[in-house]
């Protein structure tokens, strides 16, 4: 029987017996084993991106770690990035190998939230991201029918997808962009999209950043862009079970559910192939016209900053 201690490639793995976390129906062995089955899958996904995880310890609630604690041994690969939000550089992991995976899974790092753009080059992102997210409740297939929504807007203008589970409710269509693609052009391309998905059906899919705006539609989210990072595909999520971020294809988009896809099933799933990779289409230009229709529609989150504050102005003055 194995210990609740052990070694992998030079990694010294504690507490392997503790529970994950409430509700995950998995230990941290369980973590650790997943990571370990499905590194050639995941590692693509992370290598030479600045990472960020979601970490989970005992009694604690899950907190997100982009700066590398001083403990972090020196093998580890890393990156400096300045921060403009909090005026210092931040020394972010780089996670390109089975060992640097293990020595985050000990660390019970639930979560790989990766950037856009590879280390060096974050003015460069490599896809574009729209994310798909469904109003509280059992609302996985909006999301679904949003996606597809997106897939045809994309199709509209040239452009093809890749989609998979966000591992939580959503979904999250990824479209790769060749490799002089300005961060500019990428979330203006972005944003486009995501009117042009909201056209086809405004009673299904809605733009509107402000929660209360949405009316219980599908919220096609065209705000990953920049620094911004997305769950990589394959990576758990701290959500009841235990699910991954998992593609999927068009075809089988409306017969799954996230729970299909646990650190428990995927193993099996990825074992002979990489449906991720196979699933993405190659790099593709960007259309003039479709960057040019973006830059003339506001950002989401900067228009929805001015209208919180206009709404408040208005309150104020009728009170």
């Not at 793995?13 to 084993?33: E, I, M, S, W, Y």
């Not at 999301?143 to 998979?164: E, F, H, M, N």
């Amino acid at each position: 029987m194995a210990t609740a201690d052990e070694t992998r490639d030079g990694v010294s793995l504690t507490n392997l017996d503790q529970p994950l976390f409430d509700g995950a129906g998995a230990t941290k062995r369980d973590l650790v084993d997943y990571l370990d089955a499905v590194h050639e899958r995941i590692l693509p996904e992370l290598r030479d991106r600045p990472l960020s995880v979601v970490r989970v310890r005992p009694g604690q609630d899950p907190f997100m770690q982009k700066n590398l604690p001083k403990y972090t041994p020196d093998w580890v690969r890393r990156t400096s990035v300045w921060a403009e939000a909090s005026r210092r550089r931040i020394s972010y992991a780089l996670c390109d190998d089975r060992r640097t995976l293990l020595w985050f899974a000990n660390q019970r790092a639930v979560e790989y939230h990766a950037t856009l753009g590879l280390a060096g080059r974050p003015e460069h992102p490599t896809h574009l991201v729209l994310d798909l997210d469904p109003p509280p409740g059992d609302s996985f297939g909006a999301a679904v029918r949003a996606a597809l929504l997106v897939r045809q807007a994309l199709a509209d203008v040239g452009l093809a997808g890749a989609v998979k589970t966000s591992g939580a409710k959503g979904v999250h269509v990824i479209v790769p962009v060749d490799a002089g693609t300005t961060a500019e052009e990428a979330a203006a391309a972005t944003r486009a999209i995501a009117v042009h998905a909201e056209r086809l059906d405004p009673a299904l899919a809605t733009t509107a950043f402000i929660v209360e705006d949405r009316g219980g539609r599908v919220f096609v989210d065209s705000t990953r862009a920049y620094g911004a990072t997305v769950v990589a595909a394959y990576s758990p999520r701290i959500r009841p079970g235990t699910p991954v971020s998992y593609p999927v294809g068009w075809d089988d988009l409306e017969s799954v559910t996230p729970a299909d896809f646990t650190v428990r099933t995927v193993p099996a799933l990825v074992a002979e192939r990489d449906p991720w990779a196979a699933a993405l289409p190659a790099p593709q230009r960007l259309p003039d016209d479709l960057v040019a229709e973006g830059r003339a529609i506001p950002v989401a989150r900067v228009q929805a900053m001015h209208e919180g504050k206009r709404r408040a102005k208005a309150r104020r003055e009728a009170g």
